[in-house]
């Protein structure tokens, strides 16, 4: 059996070449050919696949560029046909540069060829977007992320989730911390029982108490029955106190009395209620320096932060970027009346440049903001409401090497102390050579308060 069998491949050519496609067939490819951005459009790509397009098969520039979603599709791996290099347009050689894992020139070595495509869907396998289809990327609680940050928040959340003690979780706004607060609720041996949030910001002061603690009858003007508070309510489960940093003083004082007890009493009441709950709170504020301002009670923090696990804000979690935001995309696809085809290239670049203040939330909220403004099922950056991306242009091969040769020189200068002799063995290079090369680069050695020290001129 071929080493291709039953491999998915995406042709992409103004004109079927038969025998191109019957030499590929013959290796196991499994084909799907497309001449339009119509018949694209008409195709569903739910696993990663090679991808081959002919470029000089009679597409215009046009056309080739209004390909562009697809050639950033995640999900596919693209191979290039070319005439030849110096044929190729303006947008051509942009698309082929951006997108493009190889190309080949004509005529066509079929062998290779293949081999290129096996490599392109390889790669695209490996992309974010293919991981998270398989479903590594997504949790059963429902938080995704494969970055550093977020393999360090799950295996904390393991950890306290084999504990019964109070845990703060600590983050920005918009990062998802009731998530976690559940995910920890649900690895608890009190997943069984209820899971109770309050949000201790969104509630008036001189409310917070009857919700926490509850009611009795008459216990003020409209108090026309008992209701039970929020801690009694997850009586044997876990009390999520969400913006923990907000609450007001005089109920922190009272929480305090009820994590010290383990008992409340409802407003209006006489009875002492036993309640057993565990306190998983919340905070984006700094509660060290809201208790040095005295905002914030030092005793109840000790008995909050037992345990304690961050919340990564999204600048800080890579390339969990973009695969949040195709899995926002998902979601939002299947409520949209419109067919929504993905993001432009530079929307994505748009969303990789944005510093995210709002986090996961504002990210929700803009990708939803562009699909329903954007036209043609293409979202672009205005359609987010970002700025136009900053292009930057690559490094050329010259740079890349004086950049490392400059930084090697730089950092033998100072292992050695700036002793030239030295620093010329070390790099195997003459002292002759050295000289040129600190000229060159003008790095020259000065006295300073503590002896020799590399300065760049």
């Known amino acids: 059996m071929s080493t291709y069998a039953n491999r998915p491949l995406l042709y992409l050519s103004k004109h079927h070449d038969a025998t191109l496609c019957r030499a590929f067939s013959q290796r196991g490819w499994k084909i799907s050919f497309a001449s339009s951005l119509q018949d694209l459009d008409a195709l569903a790509h739910n696993t990663a696949c090679a991808a081959l397009l ?7 520039d046009a056309e080739l560029e209004s390909f562009e979603p697809w050639l950033a599709h995640p999900l596919l791996g693209w191979i290039g046909m070319v005439a030849s290099r110096e044929e190729l347009g303006d947008a051509a050689r942009r698309l082929l540069g ?10 066509f070595d079929l062998i290779h060829l293949a081999h290129s495509l096996g490599h392109a869907q390889g790669m695209a396998q490996m992309r974010p977007a293919a991981q998270r289809t398989a479903g590594s990327s997504a949790r059963p609680d429902g938080m995704i992320g ?3 940050a977020m393999q360090t928040l799950f295996r904390g959340i393991e950890k306290v989730s084999l504990w019964d003690t109070p845990v703060l979780i600590s983050g920005e706004s918009g990062t998802g911390k009731e998530l976690a607060a559940q995910a920890i609720h649900r ?4 997943a069984q029982k209820p899971f109770v949030a309050v949000n201790c910001a969104a509630i008036p002061p001189t409310l917070l108490m009857s919700e926490l603690f509850g009611y009795e009858r008459g216990a003020f003007t409209g108090a026309a029955k008992r209701k039970l508070g929020r801690i009694e309510m997850a009586q044997g489960g876990t009390l999520f106190l969400d913006e923990i940093g907000d609450m007001p003083l005089e109920s922190q004082t009272s929480l305090l009395r009820f994590l010290e007890t383990g008992r409340i009493e409802r407003l209006g009441g006489t009875e002492s209620i036993e309640v057993d709950v565990r306190i998983i709170s919340a905070t984006h504020v700094d509660l060290e320096a809201a208790i040095a301002a005295e905002r914030f009670r030092g005793d109840l923090y000790h008995r909050l932060c037992v345990l304690r696990v961050r919340q990564p804000p999204l600048r800080e979690r890579g390339s969990d970027l973009m695969l949040l935001a195709e899995h926002v995309l998902a979601g939002v696809r299947k409520q949209s009346p419109n067919h929504i ?8 670049r748009a969303i990789q440049q944005h510093d995210w203040p709002g986090n996961v939330r504002e990210l929700i909220n803009r990708i939803r903001h562009a699909a329903a403004m954007c036209e043609d099922g293409v979202i672009q950056p205005e359609d987010l409401e970002l700025a136009a991306p900053v292009e930057e242009r690559p490094l050329t091969l010259a740079a890349i090497r004086e950049a490392a040769e400059q930084n090697a020189l730089v950092e033998a200068l100072q292992r050695n102390h700036e002793r030239l002799i030295d620093v010329a063995a070390e790099l195997g290079i003459s002292r ?3 000289f040129r090369l600190m000229r060159d680069y003008k790095l020259h050695v000065k006295k300073g308060d503590l002896g020799l020290v590399c300065v760049q001129g």
């Open 54 to 60: 002919d470029v000089h098969s009679g597409f215009s």
């Open 98 to 107: 951006l997108y493009f894992i190889d190309y080949y020139t004509a005529p």
């Open 146 to 148: 494969t970055c550093a």
């Open 187 to 190: 690895a608890s041996e009190r």
């Open 341 to 348: 085809r993905g993001f432009a290239p530079t929307a994505l």
């Open 432 to 434: 002759v050579t050295l």
